[in-house]
C-alpha cells in the first residue's frame, strides 16, 4: 500500500465521524444473528512492522498486534459474542522460526495472556500443543488460564503452537487412550467410533464450533485453523493487516455474517 494511502488511512475518518459510522453499523446488525463463537487468524503483523517501522525489531509488530487482539476481545464483548478464539502462534510458525525471532514473540504472546487474564471478566484458555513450548513459557500459559476458572464472562481462547494437523492427531490419541483405559480393544473402537466422539477429545470440546472465522492481511485460506470445527463455519477475509484492523472493519464482519443465509451443508 502506498505510503500516502496509509497516512490517509491512519487518519481519516475523524473521530466523530468514526464513531457515528460504527454506531449506524452496529444498529443495522440484526441481533439475533450474531455468532456465538468468532475466530481470528491476526495475520500481518511482520509486514506491518516492516512498513511501519523499517529497520526496527519484528517484535514492534509482534507487540502492535496483541494490542489489537486486546481491542479485539473489547470488541467481542461488547457485541455480546460467548466465545472467542485468537490464533497467535502455529506449529508451523514454531518450525519455520528462529530462535531470535520466536523469543520476542512468546514473551509477547505470555504479556497478551497475562493481560487478558488480570481482567478477571473472561475465562481464559490456552488451546494447542503446549508442550511443543518452552516448560516455562507452557507453565506461564498454564497458570495464567488456570487464574480464570471462576470467570464467568465471555471465553477466550488463545490458539498457541496451534495447528489442525496436531490437534486431530491428539483428539484420536486422547479417544485411544481413554477407550482402551474402559477395556475396549483397537478393534472395537475402530468399529465403532462416532465423529461426536471423537469432538470430545478436541482443543476445544465443550464450546460452540466458530460461527465466523476472520482472516486479515488479504490472505484466503485456513491455513490449518479449526480444521474440524470449521466445517460450517461462515468465512471474512479483510485486506487490513491485523495491527490495522479497525472496530469498522469487525462491525462489517458482523453485519456480513448476520446476512448470509447459513445451511450447514443442506
Known amino acids: 500500500m502506498p505510503a500516502f494511502r496509509r497516512l490517509v488511512d491512519r487518519f481519516w475518518p475523524p473521530k466523530w465521524l468514526y464513531a457515528t459510522y460504527v454506531s449506524q453499523l452496529r444498529g443495522q446488525l440484526d441481533e439475533g444473528r450474531v455468532p456465538r463463537h468468532v475466530a481470528v487468524l491476526a495475520d500481518g503483523n511482520r509486514r506491518w512492522a516492516r512498513l511501519n517501522a523499517p529497520g526496527k525489531p519484528l517484535d514492534v509488530g509482534y507487540r502492535a498486534g496483541a494490542d489489537k ?17 485468537l490464533w497467535v502462534l502455529s506449529t508451523d510458525n514454531l518450525d519455520r522460526a528462529s530462535d531470535d525471532e520466536l523469543a520476542p514473540l512468546l ?15 473472561w475465562q481464559v484458555q490456552a488451546v494447542g500443543a503446549l508442550d511443543l513450548l518452552p ?12 487464574s480464570t476458572e471462576g470467570c464467568t464472562g465471555m471465553h477466550v481462547n488463545v490458539a498457541v503452537s496451534y495447528g489442525g ?3 486431530m492427531r491428539d483428539a484420536v490419541r486422547s479417544l485411544l487412550a481413554a477407550r482402551a483405559a474402559a477395556g475396549a480393544t483397537l478393534e472395537e473402537v475402530a468399529n465403532t467410533v462416532e465423529v ?15 460461527d465466523l472465522i476472520i482472516r486479515s492481511s488479504g ?4 491455513s490449518g485453523f479449526l480444521m474440524w470445527q470449521s466445517a460450517h463455519s461462515e468465512f ?10 479497525r472496530k469498522v472493519d469487525f462491525m462489517r464482519a458482523l453485519r ?5 443465509e447459513r445451511r450447514f451443508g443442506r
Open 69 to 85: 487482539l486486546l481491542e479485539f476481545v473489547e470488541w467481542c464483548d461488547e457485541a455480546n459474542i460467548q466465545v472467542v478464539t
Open 165 to 167: 494437523r496436531h490437534e
Open 135 to 146: 516448560p516455562e513459557c507452557s507453565a506461564n500459559l498454564t497458570q495464567c488460564a488456570a
Open 236 to 245: 471474512y477475509f479483510c485486506e487490513a493487516l491485523w495491527p490495522d484492523f
Open 256 to 260: 456480513d455474517y448476520t446476512r448470509r
Open 196 to 210: 461426536e466422539e471423537i469432538a470430545e477429545h478436541l482443543y476445544t470440546k465443550g464450546q460452540p464450533d466458530p
Open 107 to 121: 514473551r509477547v504472546i505470555e504479556d497478551l495472556v497475562t493481560r487478558l487474564a488480570a481482567t478477571k471478566r
Open 219 to 222: 490472505e484466503q485460506r485456513l
